[in-house]
T-cell receptor, first 116, second 115 residues
């Protein structure tokens, strides 16, 4: 069964400094991996997804993530935080569909605050 | 395309009341699902559907019913609301089960409070 662990429940950074959100996953197969962002009182927006074409994945708003199979990790980074990055971030894993069985497993979320 | 739409945005119920949360998508997606979001727990799957007429239970199905009579609509019914069902509910859709890396598209959510 798949599962995902976000190692930090809260990350606080200063504007202009790097952001690192850590995610470890567990899967018996070659999983799909996603990062979603949720701004306050909003729905979930896809930041990026791992498609097996490249281990370094670039997403929207300057975010990127690196898939490391040996470490079962999919950490999200951004070189320079902006005030608008303040939000909650979810790491999501999914095993390949089998029959009618397809489920996403969400991490508990990491809340990012950005200090001026 | 409007994408995934949900109504209402906010709802307050009394314990024991019933209601239906509406979800619709205009992308002709086969796969639709309902999640609830609670603090510190991420999103948990309630029910899902792989096509019209087919539904199945997710991780936390108790107290909820679903049906899928059309491709576009996937309503979630609370039969007898309980305070433990206070949560934010998200509907999502996906083109189908094929395509391992296809993303799910999420609606804006319904914030439900049960008193």
């Amino acid at each position: 069964a798949q599962s995902v662990t976000q190692l930090d429940s809260h990350v606080s950074v200063s504007e202009g400094t790097p952001v690192l959100l850590r995610c470890n996953y567990s899967s018996s197969y070659s999983p799909s991996l996603f990062w979603y962002v949720q701004h306050p009182n909003k729905g979930l927006q896809l930041l990026l997804k791992y498609t097996s074409a490249a281990t370094l994945v670039k997403g929207i708003n300057g975010f990127e993530a690196e898939f490391k199979k040996s470490e079962t990790s999919f950490h999200l980074t951004k070189p320079s935080a902006h005030m608008s990055d303040a939000a909650e971030y979810f790491c999501v894993v999914s095993d390949p569909p089998r029959g009618n069985d397809y489920k996403l497993s969400f991490g508990a979320g990491t809340t990012v605050t950005v200090r001026a | 395309n409007a994408g995934v739409t949900q109504t209402p945005k906010f709802q307050v119920l009394k314990t024991g009341q019933s209601m239906t949360l509406q979800c619709a998508q205009d992308m002709n997606h086969e796969y639709m699902s309902w999640y609830r979001q609670d603090p510190g727990m991420g999103l948990r799957l309630i029910h899902y559907s792989v096509g019209a007429g087919i539904t199945d239970q997710g991780e936390v199905p108790n107290g909820y019913n679903v049906s899928r009579s059309t491709t576009e609509d996937f309503p979630l019914r609370l039969l007898s609301a309980a305070p433990s069902q206070t949560s934010v509910y998200f509907c999502a859709s996906r083109p189908g089960l094929a395509g391992t890396y296809n993303e799910q598209f999420f609606g804006p959510g319904t914030r439900l409070t049960v008193l």
